[in-house]
């Protein structure tokens, strides 16, 4: 079975821009969740979205945001992008409600420039 | 709120030698708890998990960790480290009851001596 898969892989924005990762979760699976690495942060959570809907939301501001397919596919958006968004996304996908296990992909890393 | 600890930023240890990684947390009711490894430019694998039942679980790569719920902790061991064990290990405790929702302690590097 493949994993979860994320793309790009390696994402370099200027100042100002919007950005939209993408993540396919792992077939079967209908929770994806969202998380901000980062050296000075650490690994935080940004949503987690179910069925089409968001289940869970971390402590970011409203210039992230996400959304969930039919599918379970997933995208989150980052609008006006500022130098300190630059980081490593992870994404991560579940069976169901749980409890479960959060099988996580590759990452996006992300430049802010 | 719900925190991890993970209070030694850096751990080097000798190729053969035995490990142990430190994890406290802080959570009301009986938590989720996870040990999460990753190597350099990639994501998170899963080492093991405790849900319930036997406090000491198993896990890949010869892994284990035993919940002590008296100590509010969740150490990973492993009684031989390999080479290739050299990775940064996190720790993390499930807030939501459903596993959805991690929190993560700020990750212990692991550095092996040949």
């Known amino acids: 079975k493949a994993g979860v898969t994320q793309t790009p892989r390696y994402l370099i924005k200027t100042r100002g821009q919007q950005v939209t990762l993408s993540c396919s979760p792992i077939?079967?699976?209908?929770?994806v969740s969202w998380y901000q690495q980062t050296p000075g942060q650490g690994l935080q959570f940004l949503f987690e979205y179910f069925s089409e809907t968001q289940r869970n939301k971390g402590n970011f501001p409203g210039r992230f945001s996400g959304r969930q397919f039919s599918n379970s596919r997933s995208e989150m958006n980052v609008s006006t992008l500022e130098l300190g968004d630059s980081a490593l996304y992870l994404c991560?996908?579940?069976?169901?409600?749980?409890?479960?296990?959060?099988?996580f992909g590759p990452g996006t890393r992300l430049t802010v420039l | 709120a719900q925190s991890v600890t993970q209070p030694d930023i850096h751990i080097t240890v000798s190729e053969g030698a035995s490990l142990e990684l430190r994890c406290n947390y802080s959570y009301g009711a009986t938590p989720y708890l996870f040990w999460y490894v990753q190597s350099p430019g990639q994501g998170l694998q899963l080492l093991l998990k405790?849900?319930?039942?036997?406090?000491l679980v198993q896990g890949i790569k010869g892994f284990e960790a035993e919940f002590k719920r008296s100590q509010s902790s969740f150490n990973l061991r492993k009684p031989s480290v390999h080479w290739s064990d050299a990775a940064e290990y996190f720790c993390a405790v499930d807030s939501t009851g459903g596993g959805n929702k991690l929190t993560f302690g700020t990750g212990t590097q692991l550095k092996v001596e040949l």
């Open positions: 405790y849900f319930s039942g036997d406090t």
């Open positions: 991560a996908s579940m069976r169901a409600g749980g409890p479960d296990t959060q099988y």
């Open positions: 077939s079967g699976h209908r929770s």
